[in-house]
């Protein structure tokens, strides 16, 4: 099943808000609006992309924050890149399927595999009828929370 579409930051933030809630958890959201505020203002020596002023549309980015063990942020970025960092290890994430992440990590279906040889340890987030998402992780990465889903 294909998650929804969040064509804009402000639909994801509220969709991520949404989950957020569901699992008990307080979000705490910075926005960032329009060319002199954002990322994609740096982007070029004409600043952003015209066509996308031309379009009617205004940089939006933001980064939430949220309360509670792991530690996540999410960072809403234009053109839909999205980074969720979770206990310090940061996964690109596609913007509509980050709802469904933050719904796995806070599910607790997250765990941690490590090989003998070759060396290496992978934190993986299992989202039901998704590819899990996964990130190399070094030992020295690992804090209580991961080390507590170590397999």
């Known amino acids: 099943m294909t998650p929804p579409h969040l064509p804009t930051t402000q639909s994801a933030v509220l969709a991520i808000e949404a989950v957020a ?57 234009t053109h839909d890149e999205v980074t969720v960092t979770v206990e310090g290890i940061a996964f690109d994430v596609d913007r509509d399927r980050v709802p469904g992440f933050l719904n796995a990590v806070w599910s607790d279906l997250v765990h941690i595999r490590t090989r003998t040889f ?24 690992l804090t209580p929370w991961l080390a507590g889903r170590l397999r």
């Open 21 to 77: 809630r569901r699992h008990g958890r307080t979000a705490r959201a910075q926005h960032d609006i329009g060319s002199d505020r954002t990322f994609a203002g740096l982007v070029g020596a004409g600043g952003p992309d015209r066509s996308d002023l031309e379009a009617g549309g205004i940089p939006h980015e933001a980064l939430l924050e949220f309360d509670g063990r792991p530690a996540v942020t999410v960072r809403l970025l």
């Open 118 to 141: 070759p060396p290496s340890t992978t934190l993986i987030v299992t989202v039901p009828g998704e590819p899990s998402h996964r990130e190399s992780i070094g030992v020295h990465d």
